[in-house]
């Protein structure tokens, strides 16, 4: 577990790492963040990360006290003194302390050095199993603290052997919970929802990957669409590529890990290969 953490750009330790009951973030639930790994000391995508960190707290409107150059190098700098080889790194950004608990103060900032994620062996051998449920985050295009709904659906998850969540309204499909969704339909196109989404990382780099490789369509996909898909996937910061072999209890295919989402997944982790590479010391 990571010593250090930065609190308003000032070095911490989880203990020190306190915010003031009177934070937005805590009264509200007012606050922004994202999330990104650190392979072999190197921030994964970070300039893309943090664009998307400030047009969060632009939406919510935050004022943040650094500009991308120095977040950037508070990033480096919180590596560097945690020693961190592999592990990840949380980015937040709070409405500030009110002082009549509802107007927009200073905000806080928490760059938090985190363990490196991991998930169990089998999402990865066998894929994962998904829930559908019908809802539309609030906000979805930008990354904020309110998880509430997904974390009510735990208990669901757990007891009817589900790993993720799948949203839809209307008979249109949105995201996962906590990560993008993607099919490969009979026809071989690479297809991911357009609206009501999170515009994930990893889902900008995997659809800019595979469009000199396959039709790639970005475009409403349907529960119709769904049934009919050859192949299924999430993809996120975290997880990378995760095969979906099973949709409320019906497969998707032929219930296993399709060739073209391993060849998509294969791909993706060379790309990061090639990226720390060619950014480390």
Known sequence: MAKFHLLNGAFVTQEEAVLPITDLSILRGYAVFDYFRVIDGVPLFIDLHID???????????????????????????????????????????????????????????????????????????????LLEEYVRENPLIKSTNYIHGLQLKKKLNETGNDFVLY????????????????????????????????????????????????????????????????????????????????DGQPIGDGTIGATTTLISDKYERYIREYVDSNGD
């Open 168 to 247: 839809h309204h209307n008979g249109i499909i949105s995201e996962s919970d906590r990560s993008n969704f993607f099919i490969i339909s009979q026809e071989g196109e690479l297809c991911t929802p357009k609206k009501d989404i999170l515009h994930g990382i990893t889902r900008h780099n995997i659809i800019n990957l595979m469009k000199e490789e396959m039709p790639v369509a970005i475009r409403p996909i349907t529960l119709a669409d769904l049934k009919q898909a050859k192949e299924a996937f999430i993809s996120s910061s975290a997880k990378g590529v995760m095969a979906v072999v099973a949709v």
């Open 52 to 130: 998307r960190f400030i047009r969060s707290a632009k939406y919510l409107d935050l004022e943040l006290p650094f500009d991308k150059d120095k977040m950037t190098g508070h990033v480096h700098q919180l590596i560097e003194k945690n020693e961190m080889i592999m592990g990840a790194m949380r980015l937040l950004a709070t409405g500030g302390c009110s002082d009549d608990g509802y107007s927009l103060a200073k905000p806080n900032i928490v760059f938090q050095a985190m363990d490196y994620p991991h998930f169990p062996k089998h999402f990865n051998d066998n894929g994962v199993k998904i």
